[in-house]
């Protein structure tokens, strides 16, 4: 009779800190996503108006906006990533405008934290560099490289006196470059990321578990 009540009042001590990993995960909806997404939200908005001072032509500018929308896409998942980028964004041009804002710029941008979330969730090499790295290419790939210099270079008319290539090797040439300023900036945030519980698990194959089973 005494063991069963020692039974019965003795916590369970594995589920009691998987509770608590669970409490702060950055699950959607939740007081900590929501928090985190204003967060980032915030420092987007401030990288975008520190790019704004810093645009050197009105298709190239200095940004580290990156480092943020890669980060929130990677924590947030597509839905925060992508709300992250469209919120910096537009308020970014509202606060300082710069012209009237262009829908396509918006679209790209905002694509940038869905292929960014995408990518770094379904990478199958389990290693946060490398997965940080793999969807900071994909996005500057195609958001950077691709869908917002079309946008630039039609509204811009470039088109009227020059190909695409002959526009990105003139004025877009350089964003790759800044974009490997970003991703290495992201890089080295995991450690900071790792201790705050903001990156999701690396998730396990199937082959991984029937070698640890194995082992």
Known sequence: MINNQQEIATPDINNTKARKVRSHSLTFGTTKWLTYAGVYSALAIAMKLIGQYLTLTPS???????????????????IGGSAVCFT????????????AMNPYLIIGNVLYGIIGALVFRYFPIKNYAVK???AGIACT???????????????????????????????????????????????????????LNLLPPLRKTKKDGEENNDA
């Open 60 to 78: 190239f500018k200095i940004t580290l906006i990156y480092v943020i929308w890669l980060m929130a896409s990677a924590t947030l998942g597509a």
């Open 132 to 134: 940080f790295i793999a």
């Open 141 to 195: 790939l195609f958001c950077t490289c691709i869908a917002n210099s079309l946008a630039l270079f039609y509204s811009y008319k470039y088109y009227q006196t020059l190909t695409f290539w002959q526009y990105f090797v003139a004025y877009r040439a350089l964003q790759p470059v800044v974009a490997i300023i970003n991703i290495a900036i992201t890089v080295g945030m995991i450690p900071l990321m790792t201790r």
């Open 88 to 99: 910096s964004d537009v308020l970014g041009a509202i606060i300082v405008p710069k012209g």
